[in-house]
Structure formats: C-alpha cells, structure tokens
C-alpha cells in the first residue's frame, strides 16, 4: 500500500471540502490515485445521500439570481437552522441559483444530484432541491427576507427601487391574487357561503344583511388581493396606488419560501 502523505490529503480536502479522515480513507483505498480517490468519495456521498433521503427537510435557505429582465429564485432545504446559515450551504444553494439562471432551470437541476451529495457528506443532513421560479419583465425587483422568504416582482414602467419595494410588502403580507379578478369562483363562492350562514343569524333587515354580506366578502378579500392591500410602508395608500404615483403597472410576481 501507497504511503499516504499530510499534502495528498489536503489536496483532496481543498478539492472536496470533506473531513480529513474521509479524504485519507479514500487515499488509502485508492492506493494513494487522487482521481479514483475522488470516484471513490463521489460514490460514497451518493450512497450517504440515498441514506438521508427520507429525514424531513424543513429548514433551508432562498437564493437569488438577477440579470437584466429576468430574476430567479432557488429553495435548497435542509434539516436544520444550524446547516442552513452555514457557508458551505449557502455558497452551494447561491451556485445553483446563478446556473439555473445563466444555463437553465433543466441544466441546475441535472447538475445538483452531485452538488448536492457532496454537501450532504460534509454536513451530515438531510439537503434537498425545492423551487425554482423566475419572473421576466421590463423591470424586476427581488428581495429575501431572513433567508427564508423570497419574492420577485415583475413591472412596466417604474424603478427597479419600487419593485423592490413591492416585493418587500409581498415576503411581509403574503397576498395570494393580484387582482379580484384572479379569485377563482369556486373560492368566491366557499367565502360567500361562511359569510352568509354568519349574517344569516343576524336579526337585521334583508337588505341590511345583503349590504352586510357583501362588506364582508369585500375585506375578506382585500386582504388577500395584492393591489387592494395596503401598503405596508404606507398604509394610507393601496399598493395599486403605489405603482399608478410611480408609472407602473404590475406584470407578475412570486414568492417562494422554505417552509
């Protein structure tokens, strides 16, 4: 057996960021070959991987990618808080944001098996790929909150700072429409119905509660509706409000978040 020397194992470390003991083990069965040494840590971290892969993932990290009129975001999760702020973690869940945004959704996600092994036996968790979105428009803002809530926004007109800002409002209030007309009828309908057995009880006059039902319908969904909500900034103002003082008008968005 190849004598295994302190520089072929920091060699392999520096290629692999894996413990020292693994990278000598490798060495020692490789018989001192560095490339079938690192076929040989491959294999294991698949194997590591395939072991992990049914631990609950519900901690992780939202990555951002940007270039001009397109914004992605990546959700990489994990097992735990403690893993997901740690370097290695991020720099891998940033590294696949920015392929799947310069090659490709389908290129990252090819890509991350591997990636992801590797990471999987320095850190010892459970590490899953989430979502992918992206959103394209003339101007598009991102923002990520804590690490764990991402949001894009796509807008015509406008800054790219009010984008920002609207996606802000989003990763706070959560808004599930855009606008009222995005409210599917089947969950109009379901709202209508809690509301009417509520104001059904009530002693007042038929119209009285006609007026009652529909005031409440109407908030209901106001809090729900994007452009019908205040903005979180300033609440005097509607975001709608908000894009028609700043010339823009609202083109799409997405908020993703690790759990």
């Known amino acids: 057996m190849a004598t295994i020397t302190t520089e072929q194992v920091k060699e392999l470390r520096d290629a692999t960021g894996v413990s020292v003991m693994q990278c000598k083990k490798a060495l020692e069965e490789a018989d001192g070959d560095k490339e079938k040494a690192l076929l040989i840590l491959k294999k294991k971290s698949t194997e ?17 990618a940007q270039k001009d009129g397109m914004g992605l975001l990546l959700v990489l999760r994990c097992e735990t808080d403690f893993v997901a702020k740690n370097s290695d973690f991020t720099t891998l869940a940033d590294t696949l944001a920015t392929m799947a945004l310069e090659k490709g959704k389908e290129e990252a996600e090819k890509a991350a098996p591997d990636l992801i092994g590797s990471a999987i036996q320095k850190l010892g968790e459970n590490i899953q790929l989430g979502e992918i979105a992206t959103v394209s428009a003339p101007i598009v803002g991102s923002y990520v909150h804590d ?39 089947d969950a109009s309908e379901k709202v209508k119905a809690l509301f ?43 975001v709608e409000t908000l894009l028609k003082q700043g010339g823009a008008s609202l083109v799409e968005f997405v908020r993703v978040a690790t759990a």
């Open 48 to 64: 590591i991987a395939a072991k992990k892969s049914d631990r609950e993932a519900t901690a992780g990290a939202v990555a951002k």
């Open 196 to 238: 009417a057995e509520e104001v059904a009880n009530s002693d007042k006059p038929a119209e009285i509660k006609e007026k009652m039902l529909a005031g409440k319908i109407d908030t209901f969904f106001k809090e729900r509706t994007l452009l019908d909500q205040s903005f979180i900034k300033n609440p005097d103002i509607t």
């Open 147 to 185: 690490g764990r809530v991402g949001v894009l926004v796509g807008l015509s007109g406008g800054t790219e700072a009010l984008a920002k800002d609207i996606a802000m409002h989003i990763a706070a209030m959560n808004p599930e429409y855009k606008t009222r007309a995005d409210v599917p009828a």
